[in-house]
């Protein structure tokens, strides 16, 4: 197979990209003087996939978690499961599920070839039996249970819960324990079918190997041929969320805050240099520089650890903004405050500077960790984007671009939520 | 190979430059006994974070390491041993990645030593609002320790298990503690820290050693260096067992079993402990993984860590509070197995195979904390020299190792019969 360079001279580092016939992306970038291999098979489907294309062209419903669910199941085998055969390499493997694809994993520096085809072979070759698959509710039944408990992850959960209408990014990543009850293994095998393709895959290989070796090893071990990227539904969300507030109290020490703001968006996807403009822009305004991070400090409404990001994916874009605070309706205010001020004063130029230049700095230092860069290749792939295309859109944010993401912030599309001790 | 000098009494410098990474790090660690002082130490060390001479404020310090391409500054405090180890500590950008010409690493490297040595101090005083800043959020670091359960619990069986030993201290010494640190304690800390802390300075990738090097080496030039003696107690097996339980509104309980580990100093038989405590509960091929989780469906994690610094092993899980007496059951039947050979010999090349790769560092902040956590070991070992330690291991050296565990504490986070919430 062929594979197109991209080359970063500045970063010093080159991306091999190529379409393996059978429709699987490939994306590798060898590192000089690194001796590990990370490599990552990614599938486009996630927790957001609460509904599958059936053969009319209608989108049918599917029970919450079953992303997941078959994440775990995937591991396993009528012979030795994936994590005896990675055993017998050396290699440590893993994979995650999250709100739009499931990604398995691997790292080693030894036998990396052999780990690759495990990687690529258990992924392709589902086995599950009624008698496995109530064995796993039980494992993710307690995963689901200790993730009740995680404020930070109950926090943010609750506030999409009353941000978003409909939009399935509401939904817990794991499903829930009466959602996963439904799952049985005919299910998992019809999901499988649909979203395990070729063509809605992508492999992503960063370390001390080279793109031959993987396009060697891929050619023998792809066996599927047939199928395409799996199409997602947009609807089109309205912008003002279900409520404004939800508080929930759990077992914690002090009150932590997340306050959302939904944006209006019209098409599912953002740009990418709209999604960077947005981070660099919240930097700008939120960061440990900023005079409204000194504010809120002062008036002791945060701790250390507060922090914004933009939130988004296929048909869901948010600002999200939050920490721990005694009193967080008042950090809400002043942060909602601080925003109009901006939007009618202006964000400085230091600032922006400033915050563009921590940015980029931060992206090239994410290229040192193999697992990282991995990762962003295949998130850039199934976001329609070409290697380096992070670093080229940072560098061509401009201070205008930055108001006008900050300008998408509104009042009336944010809700709160605060996870409060039980007394 | 690490380079390794001593620039003054107990002040050691390790460094391994390479140019693969993107960046340079640097960390000082400073160990201290775990005294009267802690409390005061710790806030020092948050206090020195928040300013120098050069940046008087925290604003301005965070704009400067904004500047330097988003350098990140980190401050901690950790228990290393018996001993108080505070820690600062750089990271940023190789210069040949900034958009123009600059001094990225020099720069740092002054910076960190200023944040040292010249810290933003008026008559002794560190300023009053920064310490009742620096207080608050301290004690609130502490009060959330309770948010994360598994953390809590962990902490919790030590500190129940080594309530007569300096090891049960909290590591920021307790809230009373901090709440009667007054200005004078944290003047007389900082005098204290540099003339007696036992130094290592860890400097990884793009950092120039040399330079590094001289920059601390002309700010210890007038300070008369007493470096404390640390000690650690190390109790070879429990005397009596002891079972505490608290009870909190949650879904998932956490049972955590503290073991001693028949060591007598922190490199005692290192080579064995360590492929024992991995096959016991480390990899997915362990005992624990295997059999708890895989087998029985009783818990999505449960893991065994060794603490070779104070010759304990903990085995943690999240389980259903009902479960407790079953689990720990079989805990301790796996450990009897463990013990008497009844181990697949395939497990233990695994194991050693997955050692290997875990020696392998592939980021920075890995080598860096590879080499920084021996601080307080007289020689320095290479992972090489681990990893060639690991492969002489036999599996009747791992029967051996394991027959020096002894039950000491059980430790059971349980949920109360309502985890209902009331709004």
């Not at chain 1, 981070?279 to 701790?303: H, N, R, V, W, Y």
């Not at chain 1, 202006?346 to 940015?359: D, L, P, V």
């Not at chain 2, 600059?102 to 920064?130: H, R, T, Y």
Request: aromatic share 10%.
């Amino acid at each position: 197979m062929k594979f197109k360079k991209y080359t970063d001279n500045k970063l010093g580092e080159t991306v091999y990209c190529g379409k393996h016939p059978s429709g699987l992306e490939i994306r590798i970038l060898p590192k000089e003087g690194y001796t590990s291999t990370y490599a990552v098979f990614g599938v486009k489907y996630g927790s957001i996939d609460t509904a599958v294309k059936n053969a009319s062209g209608e989108f049918e419903t599917i029970p919450e978690g079953t992303a997941h669910f078959l994440e775990h199941k995937l591991f396993e085998s009528e012979d030795l499961n994936a994590f005896e055969r990675f055993a017998k390499t050396g290699a440590s493997a893993n994979a995650y599920t999250s709100f739009e694809k499931t990604a398995y994993l691997f790292k080693g520096s030894e036998n990396v070839g052999e780990s690759l085809e495990i990687l690529l072979d258990f992924v392709q070759n589902p086995y599950f039996t009624q008698q496995t698959v109530e064995k796993e509710q039980g494992i993710i039944g307690q995963e689901i249970r200790m993730y009740q408990d995680l404020p930070d992850w109950q926090v943010m959960f609750n506030m999409l819960k009353v941000l978003y209408s409909h939009h399935p990014v509401k939904i817990d990543i794991a499903g829930t324990q009466e959602s996963i009850a439904q799952i049985d293994a005919d299910l998992l095998y019809r999901l499988y079918e649909n979203f395990y393709n070729p063509s809605n895959m992508v492999l992503c290989v960063v370390g001390g190997i080279d793109s031959e070796k993987v396009a060697e090893i891929v050619d023998k071990n792809i066996k599927r041929t047939e199928g395409a990227m799996c199409e997602r539904k947009f609807q089109k969300e309205n912008p003002v969320p279900v409520q404004n507030y939800i508080e929930e109290k759990l077992s914690v020490a002090q009150k932590q805050f997340m306050l959302g703001f939904k944006e209006d968006i019209s098409e599912p996807l953002l740009s990418l240099e709209d999604e960077i403009a947005s981070q660099i822009m919240l930097e700008a305004i939120t960061g440990k520089a900023s005079p409204l991070f000194k504010k809120l400090l002062d008036e002791e409404l945060i701790d250390m650890g507060f922090g914004s990001e933009l939130f988004n994916g296929y048909g869901f874009s948010c600002v999200m903004l939050g920490g721990t605070s005694k009193d967080p309706e008042k950090a809400a205010a002043i942060i909602k405050e601080e925003f109009a001020r901006l939007n009618a004063e202006g964000i400085s130029t230091e600032a922006f500077e400033r915050a563009k230049r921590k940015f980029y700095g931060r992206m090239v230092m994410s290229y040192n960790d193999i697992d990282d860069t991995a990762n962003m290749l295949m998130n850039l792939y199934f976001n329609g984007y070409e290697p380096f295309a992070e670093i080229e859109a940072c560098k061509n944010v401009t201070l205008e671009k930055a108001q006008e993401r900050l300008a998408k912030i509104k009042d009336e599309y944010s809700a709160l939520s605060v996870i409060g001790p039980i007394s | 190979m690490p380079q390794i000098r001593m620039l003054t009494d107990k002040v050691r410098l390790v460094s391994e430059p390479t140019d693969k990474f993107k960046t340079g790090c640097i960390s000082v660690s400073m160990a201290l006994p775990m005294d009267e002082r802690m409390a005061a130490n710790s806030l020092l060390i948050y206090l020195l974070k928040r300013s120098c001479k050069a940046y008087p404020d925290f604003s301005l310090l965070s704009g400067k390491l904004d500047e330097l391409y988003g350098a990140i500054l980190g401050a901690g405090v950790s228990k290393n041993g018996e001993s108080q180890v505070l820690t600062l500590s750089i990271t940023c950008l190789a210069d040949k990645f900034a958009l123009e010409d600059a001094s990225i690493q020099l720069e740092a490297a002054q910076l960190l030593s200023d944040i040292i040595f010249n810290p933003n101090v008026n008559e002794g005083s560190f300023g009053d609002e920064a310490l009742a800043t620096e207080k608050r959020l301290l004690i609130q670091r502490i009060e959330e320790e309770l948010n994360d359960k598994r953390a809590y619990a962990f902490n919790k069986c030590i500190s129940c298990m080594c309530k007569n030993e300096a090891f049960g201290k909290d590591k920021y010494g307790t809230v009373e503690e901090i709440e009667a640190v007054e200005m004078a304690d944290i003047y007389a800390a900082w005098k204290n820290m540099l003339s007696t802390a036992v130094f290592q300075i860890t400097v990884v990738g793009a950092a120039d050693a040399d330079k590094v090097a001289s920059v601390f080496e002309k700010n210890f030039e007038n300070i008369v260096r007493q470096p404390a003696e640390i000690e650690t107690v190390f109790i070879q097996k429990s005397k009596h067992f002891n079972r505490f339980e608290e009870k909190f509104p949650v879904n998932q309980g956490k049972l955590v079993m503290g073991f001693r580990a028949g060591m007598s100093h922190r490199r005692d038989n290192i080579f064995a402990m360590t492929v024992m405590n991995d096959i016991f509960g480390m990899g997915t091929y362990s005992k624990l993984f295997a059999n708890i989780r895989e087998k029985m469906s009783l818990a999505y994690y449960c893991w065994s860590r060794l603490i070779v610094s104070k010759g304990i092993l903990l085995v943690e899980s999240g389980i259903d509070t009902d479960k407790e007496k079953k689990v720990s059951a079989e805990v301790l039947s796996q450990l009897s197995d463990l013990r008497n050979g009844k181990t697949d010999p395939e497990v233990l090349e695994s194991s050693k195979r997955a050692l290997r790769e875990r020696h392998t560092f592939t980021t920075p902040e890995g080598i860096l904390g590879w080499y920084s956590s021996q601080v307080l070991s007289d020689e320095i070992i290479t992972p090489e020299q681990m990893v060639s330690g690991i492969e002489q291991v036999t599996m009747d050296d791992v029967c051996e190792a394991a027959k020096k565990l002894s039950v000491d504490t059980v430790f059971m986070l349980s949920a109360q019969e309502e985890a209902e919430d009331e709004i």
